[in-house]
């Protein structure tokens, strides 16, 4: 993977940064596109990538990401779709607003970023789609709507993708991981509480392990090893598939 361009979406916290990380160990050249200047410049620096700002909720900043990642280093050979986050509410109050955002962040941007990055791969004979998905995009949960829609359409996305990319050398697929130790997971406690009317203490038992055959929370360097063999040579011949990193959570 040496000198591959690697683009990775949210990439300044959690599985996007500690995938920037591993495949920036692998001698990728990095670019971590995120909208949080601060964590993501800092994140960069540490190691050694370029970093992108981008809400990529808005279409034309998901154009400018892969424009200025391609100005840096002249192609995108990998992209992971990795930029998300969640909100915990019932449908009946679900904010529509905060609908239409989910799905912007984590199913319309994953779309375009692929869209703006498929001709330089398509040239060159070679492209690796890695989106994270979640075990939410296989089974749903309560409270989740917008994400659970979201994560389920993005394994669409990636099958089409790699019935598309096939004969370019493009692979594209997702991997779906349950609960993982990030700033998006401790954050979610409070709000899972409140909305269920439990203690946060249980939320992590009681709601985020429950269905875990391996009680405890997953790390998030284990996404980002399997991310970094989905990018290798090796994995040429795997695409248009979803991985599980759930515990056993869907084994049931
Ligand atoms: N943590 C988990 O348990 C878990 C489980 C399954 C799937 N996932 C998925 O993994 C991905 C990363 O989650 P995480 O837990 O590392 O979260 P995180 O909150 O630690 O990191 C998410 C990153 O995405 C960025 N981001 C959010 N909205 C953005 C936007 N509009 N434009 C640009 N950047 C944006 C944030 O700034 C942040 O750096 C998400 O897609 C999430 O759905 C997480």
């Known amino acids: 993977?040496?000198?591959?361009?690697?683009?990775?979406?949210g990439g300044a916290?959690?599985?996007?940064?500690?995938?920037?990380?591993?495949?920036?160990?692998?001698?990728?050249?990095?670019?971590i596109a995120d909208f949080n200047a601060e964590t993501g410049g800092k994140a960069a620096q540490r190691i050694d990538a370029s970093?992108?700002?981008?809400?990529?909720?808005?279409?034309?900043?998901?154009?400018?990401?892969?424009?200025?990642?391609?100005a840096l280093h002249g192609s995108v050979d990998i992209l992971v779709n990795n930029a998300g986050f969640q909100h915990i509410s019932p449908i009946e109050d679900f904010p529509?607003?905060?609908?239409?955002?989910?799905?912007?962040?984590?199913?319309?941007?994953?779309?375009?970023?692929?869209?703006?990055?498929?001709?330089?791969?398509?040239?060159?004979?070679?492209?690796?789609?890695?989106n994270i998905a979640s075990v939410h995009a296989m089974v749903a949960s309560p409270f989740k709507a917008g994400y659970i829609s979201a994560k389920h359409g993005v394994i669409g996305l990636t099958k089409t993708a790699a019935l598309e990319g096939g004969e370019f050398g493009i692979t594209a697929n997702a991997i779906c991981p349950a609960y993982v130790r990030t700033p998006l997971v401790e954050n979610q406690i409070a709000d899972q509480?409140?909305?269920?009317?439990?203690?946060?203490?249980?939320?992590?038992?009681?709601?985020?392990?429950?269905?875990a055959a391996i009680k405890k929370l997953i790390e998030p360097e284990e996404v980002a090893s399997l991310a970094a063999y989905l990018a290798s040579d090796q994995a040429s011949s795997i695409t248009g598939s979803t991985f599980t990193i759930d515990s056993g959570w869907t084994a049931q």
Do not use: H
Request: glycine share 8%; with cysteine; charged share 20%.
């Open 193 to 211: 509480a409140r909305t269920r009317g439990i203690r946060e203490e249980e939320v992590v038992s009681e709601v985020m392990l429950k269905n």
């Open 51 to 70: 970093f992108v700002q981008g809400d990529l909720s808005d279409a034309e900043q998901c154009r400018s990401v892969i424009t200025q990642a391609t």
């Open 1 to 9: 993977m040496q000198n591959k361009v690697a683009v990775v979406t």
């Open 96 to 130: 529509v607003e905060q609908w239409n955002k989910l799905l912007a962040v984590m199913l319309t941007a994953p779309f375009l970023l692929m869209r703006y990055a498929w001709p330089s791969m398509k040239q060159n004979g070679w492209g690796r789609i890695i």
């Open 13 to 31: 916290s959690g599985i996007g940064l500690a995938v920037a990380e591993k495949l920036a160990g692998l001698g990728c050249k990095v670019v």
